[in-house]
T-cell receptor, first 117, second 110 residues
Framework: DGGITQSPKYLFRKEGQNVTLSCEQNLNHDAMYWYRQDPGQGLRLIYYSQIVNDFQKGDIAEGYSVSREKKESFPLTVTSAQKNPTAFYLC????????????????FGNGTRLTVT | QQPVQSPQAVILREGEDAVINCSSSKALYSVHWYRQKHGEAPVFLMILLKGGEQKGHEKISASFNEKKQQSSLYLTASQLSYSGTYFCGTGLTGANNLFFGTGTRLTVIP
């Protein structure tokens, strides 16, 4: 079955260390997204990519970086510059939008819970 | 740009109905609804598009008032499996992103 795989499910890091979260999809989707979820704040967009080798900042990109070298993969690096990195991170994908209307649903991975101490 | 959801939380007994609302201050082209169980991925429920088109599950109903930039999700004859946090996501006219509300926590009890 097709889907999105995020790994690991739980991740623990010391403050000051960079950490990379993995996101792989076999849905043949062009667009991929990273969201951050904090209690009571819903989902906030970090970065998104609509095509290989191209990506755009979302609302809260500071302290994060991404790459999109392959269609199937969209890893997120949480750098030491991110002030409050402890959160639940969700990766999502969808077919390439035909326009800006967002007329197809997002498919989400099961998330990675990152704890930085 | 983040839509506002109401109520923030609701508790139902099995068989009761509920309405969850989502409103935006911006012109909307589409509204998405997702349900998330604790620690799991959000699951797609429905998309409502400007102009009246809807895509989603048969047992879920929703409305989209384009003039008021509001959407409502209707949960009827609730079951224990309906418990979770419901999010609306709004697609703005002319924007590439989807903005999510803060969620409505629904708890269905026996």
């Amino acid at each position: 079955d097709g889907g999105i795989t995020q790994s690991p499910k739980y991740l623990f890091r010391k403050e000051g260390q960079n950490v990379t979260l993995s996101c792989e999809q076999n849905l043949n989707h062009d667009a991929m997204y990273w969201y951050r979820q904090d209690p009571g704040q819903g989902l906030r967009l970090i970065y998104y990519s609509q095509i290989v080798n191209d990506f755009q900042k979302g609302d809260i990109a500071e302290g994060y970086s991404v790459s999109r070298e392959k269609k199937e993969s969209f890893p997120l690096t949480v750098t030491s510059a991110q002030k409050n990195p402890t959160a639940f991170y969700l990766c999502a994908s969808r077919p390439k939008p035909s326009d800006r209307a967002y007329n197809s649903p997002l498919h989400f991975g099961n998330g990675t819970r990152l704890t930085v101490t | 740009q983040q839509p506002v959801q109401s109520p923030q939380a609701v508790i139902l007994r099995e068989g009761e109905d509920a309405v969850i609302n989502c409103s935006s201050s911006k012109a909307l082209y589409s509204v998405h609804w997702y349900r998330q169980k604790h620690g799991e991925a959000p699951v797609f429920l429905m998309i409502l598009l400007k102009g009246g088109e809807q895509k989603g599950h048969e047992k879920i109903s929703a409305s989209f008032n384009e003039k008021k930039q509001q959407s409502s999700l209707y949960l009827t004859a609730s079951q224990l499996s309906y418990s979770g946090t419901y999010f609306c996501g709004t697609g703005l006219t002319g924007a590439n992103n989807l903005f999510f509300g803060t969620g409505t926590r629904l708890t269905v009890i026996p």
